[in-house]
């Protein structure tokens, strides 16, 4: 494997992405939406629960296969179909990213079923795909750090092609353990706002796909630059108050990406809406030297959509990049963290080049990567 | 040519607990998790957030403790100490416990924070003030090999000097830990 070092390929892409949400199927329809302003989060009170969140309720549910199974296959179908021909099987891997997976089955003792790589290995039994696959599961990074070891994997001549999904859906086990922490929002959560009063949840699925040829590719895609993982080592269900493992992340990123923070033009932050993480982010983002920058978080939209989180989220700042666009985050009023922010308020046209997109989660972990135009 | 090597390994099982191919000197009755105490005892630990975690926080917990024993971990760069580990049912012992608190409508948050596999990583990060890199992998099973590659990434990468990880697997009565470190020679 050694050798393999010398051989090290400059720009890993990313691009043909998909997000399967409440807000459409695609990618552009979920962008066009979220242009818009509209949110996903809604009152849901036939599930029985009282907090708002983002239920996908219109699907095709495939022949045998669950609902989180007809999603992954809808969004990973949509992704490859971006692509000009069949990538390699012998150098693709395929990355699931997910927290829970399929964790419904447990409702009924399934404990086999209600393992991710059973609904890893049910997805690509469907799809028929031949390639590699390994599932990533590393609580609200898993999207980020998916993407960021498929970027290593590329560039370091594991792999040519790594497609990443990201998926997860908000079932009783979830909810109600964010429910026993207190951490829900009754209202649409707010991040960053004053008056944030918790998170909410949400579904989705998304994919991306990496690679070290810009050919593949029907349209023009991005590159990755790098990231990197770090933890907090302070606390496994809190954040740690001086934002130690995100400024230590953001750090090692712009390390690996060659990138300085005056090159970054804007901050896809986790923003989950709860008073600690938010504060967190904020205290992390001055110690980056990001105080200024432009920064918003998609959970006003979307809800936290834990294992997919990270990949949808990267999908809608590359679609922000290509489309020049800063996205207001939706739910902010008034400035309200620990440490002053320049959120988004109002979407606005600007030239986007360089991005960092950041994530932190139970555990204490965090994760933070850069994307760029070419 | 940079060179990383496998320079410590561990398993304990229900056959006992077995250090860089020597058995050693502790008597585990696999019948019930009372073994975990008993080893925090022998190790002489003194860390109360032990007894909150689930099993297989502990179970990967006491194998780093049994690695600091023989390895001397201090002079590690605390950012420079990667976790890597891997499983393939992931948090669903503890899972299952959740579930049935759902079900009986008396869920509670100690419980389920436990329901994430990488929580073991942090609680080893904060025992060590280990601020590294952190990857929970799933697969359906371990493949040393395979896990030196995943790991190997890291150092590659030079985003760390050490990996300290493996497979880490709880279900019910069973227990599996495989634990390893790669190190950069």
């Not at chain 1, 969004?75 to 964790?103: F, M, P, V, Y």
């Not at chain 1, 079923?113 to 609200?140: M, Y």
């Not at chain 1, 991040?191 to 009063?197: A, H, V």
């Amino acid at each position: 494997m050694e050798e393999e070092s010398s051989m090290e390929t400059k720009v890993i892409y990313i691009g043909a992405e998909n997000i399967v949400s409440p807000l459409g199927n695609t990618t552009e329809d979920n962008f066009e939406e979220i242009r818009k302003g509209k949110s996903a989060l809604s009152l849901h009170s036939e599930d029985g629960f009282s907090c708002p969140y983002g239920k996908i309720l219109n699907y095709d549910l495939l022949p045998e296969l669950t609902k989180l199974e007809s999603l992954m296959v809808h969004s990973i179908q949509s992704s490859l179909a971006q692509l000009n021909r069949d990538l390699e099987d012998s150098r693709t891997l395929l990355i699931l990213s997910t927290t829970k997976g399929d964790i419904e089955h447990l409702a009924k003792g399934d404990v086999e079923k209600s393992k991710p790589t059973h609904l890893l290995e049910q997805v690509k039994s469907h799809l028929a795909l031949k390639c590699s696959h390994t599932t990533i599961s590393n609580a609200c990074i898993s999207g980020v750090l998916a993407c960021i070891h498929g970027h290593d994997l590329i560039k370091q001549g594991a792999y040519d092609h790594v497609v990443v999904v990201g998926a997860d859906l908000v079932s009783e086990f979830t909810y109600r353990g964010f429910e026993s922490f207190f951490a829900l929002s009754e209202l649409p959560c707010r991040p960053f706002d004053q008056d944030r009063t918790g998170l909410s949840l949400g579904e989705g699925v998304a994919t991306v796909v990496m690679s070290k040829d810009n050919r593949v590719y029907l349209k023009k895609p991005l590159a990755f630059l790098g990231g990197a993982s770090a933890n907090d080592a302070n606390h496994i269900s809190g954040p740690s108050r001086e934002g130690e493992g995100l400024f230590r992340a953001i750090t090692e990123a712009m390390k690996q990406a060659g990138t300085k923070s005056d090159q970054i033009d804007f901050v896809n932050a986790h923003g989950t809406a709860t008073r600690y993480n938010d504060d967190m982010e904020s205290i992390a983002f001055h110690r980056a030297g990001l105080e200024l920058k432009a920064v918003n978080s998609f959970k006003g939209y979307y809800g936290h959509t834990l294992g997919a989180a990270g990949v949808l989220e990267l999908v809608l700042s590359m679609q922000s990049m290509q489309n020049d666009t800063l996205i207001k985050s939706l739910g902010f009023e008034n400035e309200g963290t620990a440490k002053p922010l320049n959120v988004i308020a109002d979407n606005e046209s600007k030239k986007i080049r360089t991005v960092l997109k950041t994530a932190s989660g139970f555990g204490g972990c965090n994760a933070a990567a850069i994307l760029q135009k070419i | 040519m940079t060179n990383f090597e496998i320079t410590y390994q561990l398993s304990i099982d229900p056959n006992g607990i077995v250090r860089n191919g020597t058995p050693y000197d502790f008597k585990l009755n696999p019948d019930t998790y009372a073994w975990m105490a008993e080893l925090y005892r022998h190790l002489k630990i003194e860390y109360p957030k032990f007894h909150k975690m689930d099993h297989l926080c502990k179970l990967a917990f006491l194998g780093v403790e049994l690695l600091k024993e023989s390895v001397d971990c201090t002079s590690f760069d605390k950012d420079r100490v990667a976790l890597v580990f891997e499983n393939s049912y992931a948090s669903l012992d503890t899972d299952q416990k959740h579930q049935k608190n759902v079900q009986s409508q008396k869920t509670s948050p100690a419980v389920f924070v436990y329901t994430l596999p990488n929580i073991l990583m942090g609680e080893i990060a904060i025992r060590n003030q280990w601020y590294g890199e952190n990857l929970f992998v799933l697969n359906d099973e371990f493949d040393v090999e395979g896990w030196k590659q995943t790991a190997t990434t890291l150092l590659k990468a030079n985003k760390a000097d050490v990996i300290i990880g493996g497979w880490a697997e709880v279900l019910d009565q069973h227990f599996d830990l495989r634990l390893h470190m790669i190190q950069r020679r």
